[in-house]
């Protein structure tokens, strides 16, 4: 993972939190847990990253909802 990929990690982990009330701890194991990172997240990076900020925290707890983590 390049430095770009893991500073936009970051920055979805942070804002998923902030949108769930929970911890960043807790957000990160969340979406490691159901490999939102490792499956979307880093590998679509180049596209993800062009959307704002609603539009991708909105498009991965969607994600969440569909695996039944949320």
Sequence with gaps: ???EALDFTIFCVGNVADRLK???RD???LLK???IISDYI?????VLHTFSKEYIVD?????LKKKGAI
Excluded: E, F, K
């Design 59 to 63: 498009d991965i707890l969607a994600l």
């Design 22 to 24: 929970m911890n960043a």
């Design 1 to 3: 993972m390049n430095s």
């Design 33 to 35: 847990h159901t490999g």
């Design 27 to 29: 957000a990160y194991h």
């Design 42 to 46: 880093v590998p679509y990076y180049d």
